[in-house]
């Protein structure tokens, strides 16, 4: 190995760990702050590793009023949006990827102009319209608005899964017997299952993430986000550190499970917020 | 007659349509109504007249100007940053050194994480007995804590949501730009170094111009992003800093006032169409890049 | 088991695009007819028609005396052997090949039997357990053509099943297609582009051009008297050569000029020819059926060599007859050096002429 070639290498090394670093200190950071014993948050000077490793904060976090509630909530509306999403935006994937039709571009191109539209633009109006329809304040009401949210994503992702699947497979399903409602079921959904898991949890996460619109829209049925952003001034350190810590657990863990499809299934067409 | 129309719509023609029914309803119902009853909310007095009142009450808020200036500066410090910082990780990533498929999820990580948890996140570093302040004090650096995050040092707390969002959004920009790598030829690459173009000279002639597109696609969806930051802030420095999306929070959620904070959302609206429009107009490229 | 199909005005258009313009066509029990042309001249739609994956904008599709316009792919009798195959990744070959049975309710038992026999037929019978991903091409076609027969259709549907197989496959491919056919009897129509395919396994060739059949014949009918110059051009390697040739007459006898050239021709044709004295007819005459002399004797066409190709057991000359190029076929041991000038006869029997302005074959007799 001559000697710049080494430079390199090292160079090389060094750029990817300050960014390793980067991406995952804080990531760190605050998985200590949510073990650290609550009286040790405030203390000066703090040491850099708490004196033990504590629950407190966590059971403290946990108990806390509205929290488990809450929580609960966040789930429901997540599984909610997941159900919606997935039922309405796979069909619309599924023929995006299949058929030509007229008005197909102009489909997709809608698709996309949504995803400019700002979050208040939709929960300031819906709020009113939903306390008239009885949905203000409801866990479908929020699952509803996640799921205009997540809509473009599962129709982007959806699309690029059924392009993966050649239409020859269902056809040839068809001419050995099978309906097209058969040919789906029996070919293209066994295939497509790895790539709509992947989608389901990723619009999993876009809810469970999701703080505007659910804290605009709920008062008593907060999710988590809503009820840690609502009480946000007015509780201690520890509290909304444990809360940070505990509501990218899961989404760590699904990204986790799905990375494989982050860069190959949709490139380009990730999510945002 | 029936018969025969329900054969019409039963044939494949049709189809693609019925499939695509649910979604169209569903864009109709939560983004062209509330689209309309924003505009509605924001320009309709109670008497059913048009009024530019809630307009007018908007700018007239002391916090408005502030939350604009602060909406914008922090659009271009953040959205240059992350491109950059994104692009970065992209070009180490492409080189497929050993282990780059591990690091690439590594780098990808933050874009679970929400907004919310990202101003937490960094809320344990800048808070005045953070981590930062720590280890600046287990350096010897400093013996008394900064105020990072106060009305007293606006810069600094300014600079600390810089800090969060930059952090956790540049993944998403790393992602649009690795998938926009990947659709490189390599036969451009093997030209370019037959060529002669090595190092930084083939980032510059060859990668940039040809990931052109997907720096469009990012920077667009990015400045629309940043510009409803939200969560970040107000987890991060409360109301220290104003920012439009917060301020149509407040009025909607403290002050009740859904006009006004329709007339934010309006607002926000029209940046929105302006920047891309900017983009799409100075950047001299097609609609398709907000395919992203 | 063996079935009729019949089309009758049938047509289908994407958008603006006529793919198959109101055909009609009988393909006879137990007949291979293959569907030749090249791409985009709606073979493959009307192989879609007739297995019901495309629906026709008008006109009938009946399989074994039943219309079947209306009806799904599944309930037409049919089995289709796709270009790509399309056997289900998620499956094992066995379950592959017993999908279609299983569809129709068929008891285990049988459906165990029936895809061990056609396994063994096709000589897969040692890969029943394994996924598509572990096979071959070659191996993934046969278990493709073994799900369609194994469903004893009363037509196959084959779309250029060969054409992924790498050269040395193919061949074999083509031979095992045709005994395959032989032993089971079935009513089969086959989609190819590659004329050597359809001359070696058709009964009867339907050679297509944007949408409408324009001959349709035996292999041999349509190789030695293609019905209009399109098919003699696009049949045969190298396609049929063609001359611009005047009617004339002289010494009393009806004759052909190309140039200052005098070409003898048949004498029924005379007659008719006479008829047309002073008209520009195309003529066209394939590579063999031209004898090569080593000079330009009297009575021979002067030529002047320009390329010539030794391909084993033949050698292929370019030649340039005025501003026309031919292509003749001679021995390998004639020496010919390019450059050379050589002479040429045309075997009478064999010349076809074309009008020139609709480039139909003329009919003798």
Known sequence: MSYPRILRRTLLYMSVLTFVLWVLVPIFFIGISSFTPRNEIYKWPKPLLPSHFSIDTMRFFLNSYGVLNSLLNSVWVALLTLAFTLAVGAPAGYAVARFYFRGREGFRMGILITRMFPTALLAVPLAVTFIRWGLYDTLIGVALIHTAMALPFAVIITTGIFMGVPKDLEEAAMTLGCSRLGAFARVALPLALPGLAAAAMFTFVISWNEVFAATILTVHNRTLPAHILTTIQASPLYFRFAGGFFMILPTLFFMFLIRRYLFHMWGGATAER | MTARLRKFLGTDTFLPYWLLLPSIIFIGVFFLMPLFNAILLAFRSDAGSFTLDYFKKMVADVRFIEALKYTFFLAITIVPLQVVTALAMALLVNTGFRGSKFFLYIFALPLGISDLAAGLIWLSIFTQHGFLNSILYALGIIDKPIYYISYQNIGLTFLAVVAAEHWRATAIVMVILVAGLQMISKDYMEAAEVLGARGWKKIWYVILPLLKPSLQSALIIRTIFALQTFAVVLALAGDIIPVLSGEAYFWHFLYRNSHIASAYAVFLMVISIGMTWFYLRFLRSRMEVIRG | ?365
């Not at chain 3, 599944?74 to 499956?91: L, N, T």
Request: charged share 25%; aromatic share 4%.
């Open chain 3, 1 to 365: 088991m063996a079935a009729e199909i019949r089309l009758e005005k049938v047509r289908k258009t994407f958008g603006k695009v006529v793919a198959v313009k109101d055909m009609d066509l009988l393909v006879e029990p137990t007949e291979f007819l293959v569907l030749l042309g090249p791409s985009g001249c709606g073979k493959t739609t009307t192989l879609r028609c007739i297995a019901g994956l495309e629906r026709v904008d008008q006109g009938r599709v009946y399989i074994g005396g039943h219309d079947v316009t209306d009806l799904p792919p599944a309930k037409r009798g049919i089995a289709m052997v796709f270009q790509s195959y399309a056997v289900f990744p998620h499956m094992t070959v066995a379950q592959n090949i017993g999908f279609g049975l299983r569809m129709h309710r068929t008891p285990k038992e049988e459906i165990r039997k029936a895809v061990k026999e056609v396994a063994e037929l096709l000589q897969i019978d040692e890969l029943l357990d394994r996924y598509p991903s572990q096979l071959s091409g070659g191996q993934r076609q046969r278990v493709a053509v073994a799900r369609a027969l194994v469903m004893r259709p009363e037509v196959l549907l084959m779309d250029e099943p060969l054409s992924n197989l790498d050269a040395l496959l193919r061949l074999q491919m083509r031979a095992e297609l045709k005994k395959l056919h032989r032993e089971v009897g079935t009513t089969t129509v086959y989609v190819t582009h590659d004329q050597i395919e359809a001359l070696s396994l058709g009964d009867r060739i339907a050679v297509m051009r944007e949408g409408e059949i324009v001959q349709l014949d035996t292999p041999n009918e349509v190789y030695d008297k293609p019905a209009t110059v399109f098919v003699a051009g696009f049949i045969g390697t190298p396609p049929m050569n063609f001359l611009r040739a005047e009617v004339k007459e002289g010494e009393g006898k009806v004759h052909l000029a190309v140039g200052d050239f005098v070409v003898e021709v048949h004498e029924e044709w005379r007659g008719r020819l006479k008829e047309m004295l002073g008209q520009t007819l195309i003529l066209g005459i394939r590579a063999e059926n031209i004898e090569v002399r080593p000079s330009p004797e009297e009575g021979t066409l002067p030529a002047q060599v320009v390329v010539s190709e030794p391909l084993g057991s033949q050698q292929l000359l370019t030649v340039q007859v005025g501003n026309d190029v031919l292509k003749v076929a001679t021995s390998p041991d004639l020496p010919i050096r390019p450059g050379q000038t050589i002479g040429l006869v045309f075997t009478k029997e064999k010349i076809r002429l074309f009008d020139e302005a609709s480039g139909k074959a003329l009919k003798f007799g």
